[in-house]
């Protein structure tokens, strides 16, 4: 009987130190909740019929169904500055295509004036006449026993060499000598070569005529460079890309600003709202939410 007395009294006093310690834990999270308003006030208070409630400062006027306390000047000024970013960024881009364009235009304009076309024609025929007869002075040495035995060695190491780069195993070493024995029998050819058109004064004439033809074509495509980088209209289109490129800049630049003000806007006033604990069941596009679980839209990069 006394075990039983016992273990009743003890149970009755756990249950009334239970009960004493879940009301001490009420009173305390009442005093929370109640000094909940002040931590999270950075808004303006509105006074309901039983309790007051903490509204960010970022809110619009709940007018327009769910969607209505969204930040929405924040939001709106996003296409815009998109628009604008967009446009600035293409007329940029076709004005760079605009004065590529006008340049190769202008080039070509230039290119075929009868001057040029004749300085080039010298040069084109200065060149083969200058071939010709370096053949023909070099023609001598298909008779020296020296220089067809210095080709055909020059022959042999170049399929030589090409057989050992072949082989990944091959010491490079063996492939470096081989080369330079093959620079070697070069060398002594060309020597021979120079020699042979020095002495040829057919040759030296033909030169010089070439040289002269491609002077020639080299000021007149200075001339055309100094024209197109004087041309008016190029000029302006010149100003017009750096402007543009400025405002492509500038509205892209503008747009990230914007960009990530919404998203501050918009991720600052769902956080309030959402920790809001006097605000009750709030309205989103899904239906009523508990304001302890976001039920709201919370919007991120673009």
Request: no cysteine; charged share 20%.
């Amino acid at each position: 009987m006394l075990g039983k007395m016992t273990r009743g009294t003890l149970t009755r006093r756990t249950m009334t130190l239970a009960s004493a310690v879940l009301t001490a834990s009420l009173v305390t999270a009442s005093l929370a909740l109640a000094a909940e308003p002040e931590r999270l006030g950075t808004g303006p208070t509105t006074e309901t019929t039983d309790r007051p409630r903490v509204q960010s400062p970022y809110w619009n006027p709940s007018n327009s169904g769910p969607l209505g306390d969204l930040p929405a000047a924040d939001i709106r000024a996003v296409p815009p500055a998109r628009a604008a970013a967009v446009q600035s960024k293409w007329t940029y881009f076709q004005l760079r295509s605009d004065l590529n364009n006008a340049t190769r235009s202008a080039v070509l304009a230039l290119e075929s004036s009868a001057d040029y076309k004749q300085a080039r024609a010298d040069q084109t025929a200065a060149w083969e006449a200058m071939s010709a007869a370096r053949q023909t002075a070099l023609s001598g040495l298909q008779t020296n026993a020296a220089y067809q035995a210095a080709e055909s060695l020059r022959t042999q190491l170049t399929q030589q060499i090409q057989d050992l780069h072949q082989n990944p195993g091959i010491d490079s070493e063996r492939i470096i000598a081989a080369a330079k024995v093959k620079l070697a029998y070069m060398s002594d050819n060309r020597k021979l070569e120079t020699d042979a058109l020095a002495r040829d004064t057919s040759y030296q004439d033909a030169r010089q005529r070439y040289i002269a033809a491609s002077k020639r074509v080299h000021e007149l495509n200075e001339a055309n460079t100094l024209a197109i980088a004087n041309d008016e209209n190029l000029q302006s289109l010149r100003k017009s890309i750096a402007g543009a490129r400025i405002a492509h800049l500038s509205t892209d630049a503008y747009l990230d600003s914007i960009i990530r003000a919404r998203n501050i806007a918009v991720n600052y006033a769902e956080y309030y709202r959402d920790l809001d604990i006097y605000h009750g069941n709030v309205v989103t596009p899904w239906g009523y939410g508990d304001s302890y679980y976001p039920g709201g839209i919370r919007v991120v990069g673009y």
